[in-house]
């Protein structure tokens, strides 16, 4: 596995698939295909994603269950972010509404998708920490009191 995990793809478009696919591994990802429209839980979970992309560029009942599917709490692990893919902006607000963790929209650059990735997982992995707040570039320890900002303590003396 690289470095910076797996991005488990469902796409069914093979063109798409594969410039995703591309772009991931340049920018340090491994792209994963899932099962798609007909989603299966244990198989995206059998690949430990860091987060699934799910195409989202064309719209049928299939997709919705599958969104409908991945997006209900529990089914996949509470530090896996879930993106959509779409091509428009009339339906950027649904998708929000939806629950995705973020939305590319294509035609997408690398360094938006690599944001987007990294963010998107960052917060995530935080959600499950509960007791770590990050705000920006400082993170505050609800167990200990202990401040960090950019990784380096912060005295608070007074906490």
Known sequence: MNEKGTIVILETDQDLWQELKTDLTALGY????????????????????????????????????????????????????????IAGATLHEMFHRLGFADIIMRPYRLPELDFRL??????????????????????ISLASYEVKIVGGGVDTPHL
């Not at 198989?43 to 997006?71: F, K, M, N």
């Not at 963010?119 to 959600?127: D, G, K, N, P, W």
């Open 30 to 85: 491994q792209a994963a295909r899932g099962p798609f429209p007909k989603t299966e839980i244990a198989a995206i979970t059998s690949l430990q994603p860091a987060a699934v992309i799910i195409g989202l560029t064309e719209w049928d009942d299939d997709r919705l269950q599958a969104c409908e599917l991945l997006l209900e709490e529990g089914k996949l692990p509470s530090d896996v972010p879930v993106i959509a893919l």
């Open 118 to 139: 990294k963010r998107a997982i960052h917060q995530y992995r935080q959600r499950v920490n509960r007791d770590i707040i990050d705000i920006g570039e400082m993170s």
